[in-house]
């Protein structure tokens, strides 16, 4: 009996142990967030006259905004330059080593640089800080040190305040880097709101993806022309069934004399019709009024919603109340916009 217990124990002990781990992983982890999280509202209780100072500088540029930076202070940077660059804002990532052996040459005057180190010392900045003093090119710099080369040498230095990195070293940059990206995305989004940058600029530069889907116009979706099922208030009940048939919308609308959409003919429609049979019934009498429109440059997401909450599968597309053209829900589903 004795050895069973043993091995019972034995078995059960892994569990034991890596229930032991889970809980110091989670641990870590909450630690980690939580400091990261920290120092982003102490971050953000810092911003002054100096974050308005660099979002002018930077919003004057005629150029492009060339961000760079050394180790992780780059990929943050690489980051950085993406996301202006998707805003509307002109960026690119040049690395400080490369710019060292002959990428200055892609930094001219019309632009402006934003430096980001930790430390304020890295020393592969050198040659991009005396380059833009040499040219008069303006230089944000971001950085943890208030008294550093970058800080003293930057037209505007936007310091972050000292907190310990996540790391139990303190040594891996983790919430320095946090801050650094915190702040860059608060500098694209403050010009974006400065541009008056609109979901039409964002689907520009964002085409292909889910986001350029959703961002999608109706207008790019509809059908128009000849495939529009259209009758006016004295058609037959026989000829809109021509119509519905032809063009396969499941759908007709009605036009009254100005040509304006007074109401629609569906399926559900015709079904009711056939209660009482007569195929030379106007399609005045069988319609249903006030159908539910939307205008061509809404965003195809705006149409499902629509449709959704009714209960329907197409939508006329009207300018002063005129169809324009028609969108049915596999339309947008074909698309992409879900």
Known sequence: MEVNKKTEDALEAPEVAESQHGRQDIDSARRVLGNEASALLALANTLDDKFI?????????????????????????????????????PAMFVHPAEASHGDLGMITKQDAIFALSNSGETSELADLVVYAKRFNIPLVGVTGKADSALARESTVALVYPIVAEACPMGLAPTTSTTMMLGL???????????????????????????????????GELMHSGKSLPLVNEQTSLAEMIMVMT???????????????????????????????????????????LAPKMISPM??????????????????????DEKPVGIVHLHDCLRAGVA
């Open 298 to 319: 809404m965003l195809a997401s705006e149409a499902i919603l629509i449709m959704n909450e009714n209960a329907i599968t197409t939508l006329f597309v009207v300018e």
């Open 246 to 288: 032809e063009k396969s919308f499941g759908c007709a609308g009605v036009l009254n004399d100005d040509g304006k959409l007074l109401g629609i003919f569906t399926d559900g429609d015709l079904r009711r019709a056939f209660a009482k049979p007569d195929l030379e019934t106007p399609a005045v009498e069988l319609m249903t």
């Open 53 to 89: 100072k660099a979002l002018d500088v930077l919003s004057a540029v005629t150029g492009r905004v060339v961000v760079t930076g050394m180790g992780k202070s780059g990929h943050i940077g690489a980051k950085i330059a993406a996301s202006l660059a998707s805003t509307g804002t």
């Open 184 to 218: 860059g995305d608060a500098i694209a989004v403050a010009l974006l709101e400065r541009k008056g940058f609109s979901p039409d600029d964002f689907q520009v530069f964002h085409p292909g993806g889910k986001l350029g889907h959703q961002l999608l116009k109706v």
